[in-house]
């Protein structure tokens, strides 16, 4: 479990991570933060989605799946040609 976090968060954003946090204490995993990097939003929001894809490409190798095929991406393809 991960919380991505961006310095450019409002405090109130911020305060809901450690809320969240608090109340899911012991019915989870401690969330690990990761700072996003980046000084600018769109920076980070690449960042983060660049992340995100290596991160569920691994978890699907460790996994034995094959992240290739997405079969809701597919089909959205094969409605798109239509």
Not at 31 to 58: P, R
């Amino acid at each position: 479990m991960f919380d991505l976090v961006s310095n450019l968060e409002h405090s109130q954003i911020l305060k809901r991570f450690k809320v969240t946090d608090k109340l899911l204490s012991g019915l989870r995993p401690k969330a690990i933060t990761v700072d996003m990097a980046g000084d600018t939003a769109i920076k980070q929001l690449l960042w983060g989605s660049i992340l995100a894809d290596f991160v569920s490409i691994y978890v699907a190798i460790l996994n034995g799946v094959d992240p290739t095929p997405v079969v809701l991406v597919e089909k959205l393809k094969e409605e798109l040609v239509k």
